[in-house]
Nanobody, 119 residues
Framework: VQLVESGGGLVQPGGSLSLSCATTGLDLEDEHMGWFRQVPGTGREMVTCISRLDGRTFDADSVKGRFTLYRDNANNMMYLQMNSLKAEDTAIYYC?????????????WGQGTQVTVSS
């Protein structure tokens, strides 16, 4: 199983960025999938997650209305569209599986991609 994130970078406040997650060894329809972020030295923050049971998504209050998760099951890809970015969105972003459901801890994740929001 492998998850590889890409698409991070430097963006100005108010801008947009789209992250990609390429997966191998997974059937995305059988997994709870999502994104979390982490600032070095601090804890993980779940950003968004989609349930394998009903396709319902769970979004952190801090990103509601700004971030959207997309899943391409046929190509084993997942995306995170981030709009109206703020400085406090600066973090390393990881795509992950959640074997115990979206309210549990991530079980597998990639190497992460850095997102920096700054003018």
């Amino acid at each position: 199983v492998q998850l590889v994130e890409s698409g991070g970078g430097l963006v100005q406040p108010g801008g947009s960025l789209s992250l990609s997650c390429a997966t191998t060894g997974l059937d995305l329809e059988d997994e709870h999938m999502g994104w979390f972020r982490q600032v070095p030295g601090t804890g993980r923050e779940m950003v968004t997650c989609i349930s394998r049971l009903d396709g319902r998504t769970f979004d952190a209050d801090s990103v509601k209305g700004r971030f959207t998760l997309y899943r391409d099951n046929a190509n084993n890809m997942m995306y995170l569209q981030m709009n109206s970015l703020k400085a406090e969105d600066t973090a390393i972003y990881y795509c992950a599986t959640y074997s115990r459901g979206c309210r549990g801890r991530p079980s597998r994740w990639g190497q992460g991609t850095q997102v920096t929001v700054s003018s």
